[in-house]
């Protein structure tokens, strides 16, 4: 089984993920977590180009599309698909769906899409649902340095095109939606009740 977890930067995904984590594993699944970018060569390079001062370079959106669509099969070969071949439950913390909400913010969002076509869908989307007052509390919080892409303009329009993506998207895989604004010690009940009768 293949899950994707996504929710815009600062939606509490971390620990969400942890929680899921253990909720699959008390229902017997063989856990393997991973993320995007991808902890190999192509997706350091990204978190490179995040990090960076010039924020506005010429064409850095495009080739970050693309840098982002490469990863992903890249991961694909060398990660996702050897570990569902073992019988793993894979969890993937961002997918698909992080390009086209993110990306399309700055470049053509039927563009960001076409790219992305060799990636195949998951079998169940969690999408963590969560305020941009509630998110851009929790960035303060935890970073120091803001990323590209953390500003409240930005994380509205990520948040729109999350819910374009995912309605165009429906019917094609599960859909979980989880409430980003709960504390910490609510996330696993929340997680038993909107999976209960999923998995
Ligand atoms: P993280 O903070 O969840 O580790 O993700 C790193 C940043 O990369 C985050 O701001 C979201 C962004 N991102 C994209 O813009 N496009 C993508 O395809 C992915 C996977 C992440």
Do not use: C
Request: zero cysteines; glycine letters at 6%; proline letters at 2%.
């Amino acid at each position: 089984m293949f899950i994707a977890v996504e929710g815009i930067d600062g939606s509490g995904k971390s620990t969400t993920i942890k929680e899921l984590g253990k909720y699959l594993v008390s229902k017997g699944h063989n856990l393997f977590l991973t993320a995007e970018p991808t902890d190999m060569a192509s997706g350091k390079q990204i978190r490179e180009v995040l990090a960076q001062k010039d924020k506005e370079s010429p064409l850095v959106h495009e080739m970050l599309a693309l840098m982002f669509a490469s990863d992903r099969l890249n991961h694909l070969r060398e990660q996702i698909w050897p570990a569902l071949k073992e019988k793993k439950t894979v969890v993937t913390d961002r997918y698909l769906f992080s390009s086209i909400a993110y990306q399309s913010t700055r470049v053509n969002y039927e563009w960001v899409k076409g790219i992305n076509r060799f990636a195949m869908l998951p079998d169940i989307l969690v999408y963590i649902e969560v305020s941009i007052d509630k998110a851009l509390d929790r960035i303060d919080v935890f970073r120091h340095k803001k990323e590209l892409y953390e500003t409240r303009e930005f994380l509205e329009q990520i948040s729109a095109n999350y819910k374009k993506v995912i309605s165009e998207f429906e019917g094609m895989m599960k859909i979980v939606y989880l409430d980003g604004n709960v504390d910490m010690d609510e996330i696993y009940s929340d997680i038993e009740k909107k999976f209960e009768g999923v998995i």
